[in-house]
């Protein structure tokens, strides 16, 4: 007597969080257009002061920390947020071409994934290793000032990736809207206003920073376990809202 046996089920593959195609196609729209000139120029300002600096007044580690912080993380740092994360997305979103992309199947989430990833590389890149290396140049990296202000940057990296490539989805005006919140929130306000410094993703990456160099010699206003804190909420936030939004817009263009 033959037995049948029950068919067999073959579980699906879980949904891929990063897609090469788009991956490719964003590096090449962050790369080769006119946003790589200010991605490799502001890099390249900071290694300039930094040499300048060095070779004039030597070694110092104040002037260090009003560089690495004062400029490179409070400017140079969220204006790369700016260009990387709002051109990931916003132009595509901007001219239609979104709607081609959004076409194919490819989950919404996938693709907003995969576009932080490539906007956070691309920051990081410019901006974490020009401050590792602006901060060797100037001090040697004395205090570790250079190792602790370049773990800021990275950190700082995602959570400004995340935040302007939201933007990139709201608003035509993200870059806009981009730069006055870096040039002036951050760059003025989390400096010098002290109620501001707590709402500020320089700060609180400055925090996490901070762990890595010797007491006192960087600091934040920001506990560290409320700078952790905040930053996965601005960034997990961030990365959900845009990918609710990717996803009304794929309803408004099948309409």
């Not at 000139?37 to 580690?61: E, H, M, N, Q, Y």
């Not at 990456?205 to 601005?234: E, Y």
Request: hydrophobic share 55%; proline share 5%; no cysteine.
């Amino acid at each position: 007597m033959s037995t049948t046996s029950p068919p067999t089920t073959t579980a699906a593959p879980p949904p891929a969080l990063f897609h090469p195609t788009v991956a490719r196609l964003t590096y090449r729209a962050l790369l080769g257009s006119r946003r790589a000139l200010i991605l490799f120029a502001l890099p390249a300002l900071l290694l300039v002061i930094a040499v300048a600096v060095r070779t004039l007044s030597g070694a110092d580690d104040t002037t260090t920390k009003e560089i690495l912080g004062g400029f490179a993380l409070a400017t140079l740092v969220p204006l790369l947020g700016v260009i990387a994360g709002t051109g990931a997305i916003g132009p595509e979103i901007d001219d239609g071409s979104v709607i081609y992309l959004l076409a194919k199947p490819v989950r919404r989430s996938t693709i907003v994934l995969t576009k932080l990833t490539v906007a956070t590389g691309v920051t990081l890149v410019f901006s974490a290793l020009p401050v590792l290396l602006a901060g060797f140049i100037l001090n040697g990296n004395s205090q570790h000032l250079a190792v602790a202000y370049a773990t800021a940057a990275a950190i700082a990296s995602l959570a400004y990736a995340a935040l302007f490539l939201l933007l990139g989805t709201i608003t035509r005006h993200a870059v806009v809207i981009g730069l006055v919140y870096a040039l002036v929130w951050e760059t003025f306000f989390g400096n010098l206003v002290p109620g501001a410094r707590t709402l500020s993703i320089q700060q609180w990456a400055l925090a996490l920073g901070a762990r890595l160099a010797p007491d006192s010699a960087v600091t934040s206003d920001v506990t560290l376990p409320t700078a952790a804190i905040l930053l996965i909420a601005v960034t997990t936030a961030a990365t959900w809202y845009a990918t609710h939004r990717l996803r009304s817009l794929t309803l408004a263009g099948d309409e």
